[in-house]
Each structure stands twice: as structure tokens, then as C-alpha cells.
């Protein structure tokens, strides 16, 4: 079975503050997918990225950053100077190549509220 | 390209109440999902499907129908309301490679079962 863990619940920051959130993962698949979705406050989800088993390359786009680690099963999300309209709710999902039509399984999201 | 609609945006419904949540995409992407998403979960997977014609359960189905006669559209249907099932509900599509890529999500519908 797959799960993932994002153990905060809630992060408040100042503006221009770095933030990472955490994610960690469990699955028995050789092949799987990482993603992360932003979901900010007018409901709609927004794919963010998405990372393969094999990829352990960190990503970097503008502010956003990623850290891939398979040995401690984390794929983390690090914002750069964070902006009061990075606020929003921050999912982190898994998928694995089980050979079945694959369905993503999510965390229970991370909330951050960044002020001014 | 509208992507994923979904209608109704909200909908309040008495229990015992049945409803049909609509969801369309112009993608002509195969796979369609169904999510609900409780107040601080992350969302949990109803129903799917693959194709046109073929459906199978998620991680929550019971209390829920679907049916997939075309590619675009995808609908959900609540034959009992309970107040259970008060929550967001999000339609998702994905290209051949289903989960393993994007899901392209609607702008989710808000179901209150009093």
C-alpha cells in the first residue's frame, strides 16, 4: 500500500522567509511518481511537479525548489523568499507503476499562511 | 481549451436527496477520476476510469455511481444523500499514462447534506 505523510499541519512565516515543507512516502513500487499540487485559497488545485523513482536530481524553478532523497523516502519542497501569495494549501502525492491502472494517493497537505 | 468543468459549484441537498455532480473535459484524455476532499484531508479517490465504458472503484465508493458512455464526460451520482457525504467534490483527467502524469483538476464542487 502506498502512503504519504506530511507532517505539518500548518507553517506561518513572515514574507521573504525560506520555508520547506516536508513529505515522506511508503511504497513497495520499483517505479513511482512524486508530485506536489498547490491548492491556494479559491479551491482549484494546481500541479506544481512531478518526479520519477529513478530522477533524484533536485529541481529548481524561480523560487521554488525540490529535494528528492530516496534514501530517506522525502521529496520536499523549499520555497525562497516566500510571498504573501505563495499562501495556499501544499499537497504532496504519490503514484506507482503497479501495473494496475495507477491511481495517486495524497497527503493530508500542509497549510502555509505567509504575512506581511 | 475550457479543460475540466464542473457544475454545480455548490449545492445543498436534504438527506435522502439523490444528485448527479456533472464533470467534462476537452482534453480527450482517457482517464477521469472522482475526488472528495474533506475539511484538513487531502483528497481520497471515489471512482475512476480508464476509458469510455469502463469504471472502477477508488478508496471511497460506497454511497456513489458513475457511468462513462463518452470520453468527455464523467458523471457522479449520489442516490442517498447522507451528511457524510457533505464535501468538496473535484473530477480530475490525465493523459494515457493516468496517474503516473499530471491530473488536470475542475474547479471541484461544494455538496452540504443537511
Known amino acids: 500500500a502506498q502512503k504519504v505523510t506530511q507532517a505539518q499541519t500548518e507553517i506561518s512565516v513572515v514574507e521573504k522567509e525560506d520555508v520547506t515543507l516536508d513529505c515522506v512516502y511508503e511504497?513497495?513500487?520499483?517505479?513511482?511518481?512524486l508530485f506536489w499540487y498547490k491548492q491556494p485559497p479559491s479551491g482549484e488545485l494546481v500541479f506544481l511537479i512531478r518526479r520519477n523513482s529513478f530522477d533524484e536530481q533536485n529541481e529548481i524553478s524561480g523560487r521554488y525548489s525540490w529535494n528528492f532523497q530516496k534514501s530517506t523516502s522525502s521529496f520536499n519542497f523549499t520555497i525562497t523568499a516566500s510571498q504573501v501569495v505563495d499562501s495556499a494549501v501544499y499537497f504532496c502525492?504519490?503514484?506507482?507503476?503497479?501495473?494496475?491502472?495507477?491511481?495517486?494517493?495524497f497527503g493530508t497537505g500542509t497549510r502555509l499562511q505567509v504575512t506581511l | 481549451n475550457a479543460g475540466v468543468t464542473q457544475t454545480p459549484k455548490f449545492r445543498i441537498l436534504k438527506i435522502g436527496q439523490s444528485m448527479t455532480l456533472q464533470c467534462t473535459q476537452d482534453m480527450n484524455h482517457n482517464y477521469m477520476y472522482w475526488y472528495r476532499q474533506d475539511p484538513g484531508m487531502g483528497l481520497k479517490l471515489i471512482y475512476y476510469?480508464?476509458?469510455?465504458?469502463?469504471?472502477d472503484k477508488g478508496e471511497v465508493p460506497n454511497g456513489y455511481n458513475v457511468s462513462r458512455s463518452t470520453t468527455e464526460d464523467f458523471p457522479l451520482r449520489l442516490e442517498l444523500a447522507a451528511p457524510s457525504q457533505t464535501s468538496v467534490y473535484f473530477c480530475a483527467s490525465s493523459n494515457d499514462r493516468g496517474a503516473l502524469n499530471e491530473q488536470f483538476f475542475g474547479p471541484g464542487t461544494r455538496l452540504t447534506v443537511l
Open positions: 502525492a504519490l503514484s506507482g507503476d503497479t501495473g494496475t491502472a495507477s491511481k495517486l494517493t
Open positions: 476510469s480508464v476509458g469510455a465504458g469502463i469504471t
Open positions: 511504497t513497495r513500487d520499483t517505479t513511482y511518481y
